[in-house]
């Protein structure tokens, strides 16, 4: 970990919080529950949200370029937001003894390139693909170990990238929120 990055008060915020949880549970009982959130998308996204799905999505209906970062090949693998609060609800109702930290996310990966390319067919759209510096710390992958998901909370996620992307570009088509990224 960078502690000193761009990403690092993002990066350093999410690993303080679980640290300072577990203070709490250790020193005064508390009632905890730590739950790992990877890559989330879906409809309700903010356009200007800049994470990679609703950029791409907003900017093949509009037929602006499509801006990967670097050349592409960094992985990511994609939660559709039904599976997550599915997950994060059978968490929350778990026995209070399973307090995690636990994984919740989808464990198949694409690399961004790909993703640009299934938006691109799945939108019909002609706009062009160009690529732009890589951010910095911008991990090569992420992909969730969930074998403690699916031991612990019975849960996995059912919701392919096709059928997942099909209803945000839907969503992304019909709202009125669909500005400039
Ligand atoms: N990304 C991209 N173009 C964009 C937005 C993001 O190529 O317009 C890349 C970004 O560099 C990263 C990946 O897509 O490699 C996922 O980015 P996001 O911010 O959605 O999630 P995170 O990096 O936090 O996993």
């Given at each position: 970990?960078?502690?000193?990055?761009?990403?690092?008060?993002?990066?350093?915020?999410k690993r303080c919080?679980?640290?300072?949880f577990f203070d709490y549970y250790r020193q005064h009982q508390l009632k905890i529950k730590v739950v790992r959130i990877f890559n989330t998308y879906g409809p309700r996204m903010h356009p200007n949200d800049g994470r990679v799905i609703s950029n791409f999505i907003t900017q093949a209906l509009a037929g602006r370029n499509i801006t990967v970062y670097g050349d592409g090949s960094q992985?990511?693998?994609?939660?559709?937001?039904?599976?997550?609060?599915?997950?994060?609800?059978?968490?929350m109702n778990a026995s209070e003894d399973l307090?995690?930290?636990?994984?919740?996310?989808?464990?198949?990966?694409?690399?961004?390139?790909?993703?640009?390319?299934?938006?691109?067919?799945?939108?019909?759209?002609?706009?062009?693909?160009?690529?732009?510096p890589l951010p910095q710390d911008d991990p090569m992958k992420r992909?969730?170990?969930?074998?403690?998901?699916?031991?612990?909370?019975?849960?996995?996620?059912?919701?392919?990238?096709?059928?997942?992307?099909?209803?945000?570009?839907?969503?992304?088509k019909t709202t009125k929120r669909n500005t400039v990224v």
């Open positions: 970990m960078n502690p000193i990055g761009l990403r690092s008060c993002y990066d350093e915020g919080a679980e640290t300072l992985t990511r693998s994609f939660c559709y937001v039904d599976d997550m609060v599915d997950g994060l609800v059978r968490m307090i995690g930290p636990i994984n919740i996310g989808n464990p198949n990966e694409y690399s961004i390139l790909e993703l640009a390319e299934r938006i691109l067919a799945t939108t019909g759209s002609k706009s062009k693909i160009v690529f732009e992909r969730p170990d969930i074998s403690l998901a699916q031991k612990q909370l019975g849960w996995k996620p059912t919701t392919g990238l096709e059928e997942g992307l099909n209803r945000t570009i839907e969503y992304f």
